[in-house]
């Protein structure tokens, strides 16, 4: 699909954000629960399907791809730095019940009869890449550069660019980095 067609699609109403850049293109289907808690940066796309709980801060030039869950609640946050691409179908658990038995699993059960949640931020480091169908989990740091191939599950932060696979995820190459730095610092990005 074409930039033309994209902005000529049903988009979602921008002013419900707490910021909002330039040059951005977010679905009409979205689901943002909290969008009093989320900043989106300039040349963005986000496309149908996002589901968004948490707090969130979208930097510039990222790309949303379908059907993204981030979940956690209000007390969580995913942030998405400048340059960042994440693929369709992935996971963000920002917060999650740790399911040990020390209480229900359940957003409806009262407080003190749940079991005990980890919730946290999880970060995408700029120039980092998701691939389709990646869960990511609690109080992750996904490094510089770092990308994530499809179907992985990460439980740990990431080296900078280093590319992970596998379930967990395991580094198994180093990623060259010079070209996009040097991109981003004829877009201004870096001084």
């Known amino acids: 699909m074409s930039t033309a067609q994209l902005l000529e699609s049903a988009q979602y109403d921008t002013s419900l954000l707490l910021t909002c850049g330039e040059d951005i293109f977010i679905s009409a289907n979205v689901e943002i ?3 009093h808690l989320v900043h989106v940066g300039s040349h963005v796309a986000i496309d149908s399907g996002l589901y968004l709980t948490t707090a969130a801060e979208i930097g510039d030039y990222t790309h949303l791809a379908p059907y993204i869950t981030v979940i956690g609640g209000a007390q969580s946050t995913l942030i998405v730095e400048d340059f960042v691409t994440i693929g369709a179908g992935s996971r963000f658990i920002c ?11 359940s957003v409806t059960v009262p407080d003190e009869y749940r079991d005990t949640v980890d919730i ?13 169908n990646v869960v990511v989990m609690p109080n992750v740091t996904i490094g510089e550069g770092s990308v994530i191939g499809a179907c ?8 900078p660019w280093t590319i992970y696979v596998g379930v967990p995820a395991r580094p198994i190459k180093i990623r060259p980095r ?3 730095l040097e991109y981003a610092k004829q877009l201004g990005y870096i001084n």
Not at 120 to 132: D, H, K, L, M, V
Not at 152 to 159: F, G, I, N, P, R
């Open 120 to 132: 946290g931020t999880i970060r995408c480091s700029r120039f980092s890449g998701i691939g389709t």
């Open 152 to 159: 992985s599950l990460v439980t740990k932060d990431t080296e």
């Open 95 to 105: 917060g999650s019940d740790r399911f040990m038995g020390d209480g229900f699993t």
């Open 178 to 180: 010079e070209k996009m």
């Open 33 to 35: 629960r909290r969008p």
